[in-house]
């Protein structure tokens, strides 16, 4: 015999699954079967993922009883001040957090990984100002002589790397 999770028929779950034994021990708002009903909730400071949350779930065995149990669960949350000391938490590992130095230069896809590669004006040689040029599967900073000078009297050019940095080949 199969079961269906979505039959309405609480003697075939009850005819396949044996009972579970009453645990006395346990105080009576909480029950000794598994409970067939869950609520779980996310309380979000703000609608960013660096804002705190709070995910609380509470368990029960009628979907009555479980509503119930999550309003208690969020009124007590408030009462006891739980909410704002997470806040509070939250605010001081923010302020203890020191985050990495942002890369400089314009971000682009390459070789499956974000690069951060130089521009033009990043780079200079003993001419002036190098010359960015992209050619889509390769780029390059070119001598910033003027036009004219001949090739043979020009710094050598600095080719994109895999990292995005430029060095000479």
Known sequence: MTFD????????????????PVNTSMPAAVAAAPNPFKIGFTLKAADQMSGEWLTPAVYGQTAQETAERGRDLIHAMQEV???DLTAKAASYVRSQHIAPEKPKGKPSFQGGKVQHQAQGGDYECEHGKRNFKDGGSWAAQFCGAPQGVPKDQQCAPLWRQKDGSFKAK
């Open 5 to 20: 999770p979505f039959a309405n028929n609480n003697q075939a779950a009850t005819e396949q699954a044996p009972a579970s």
């Open 81 to 83: 001040g739980l909410i």
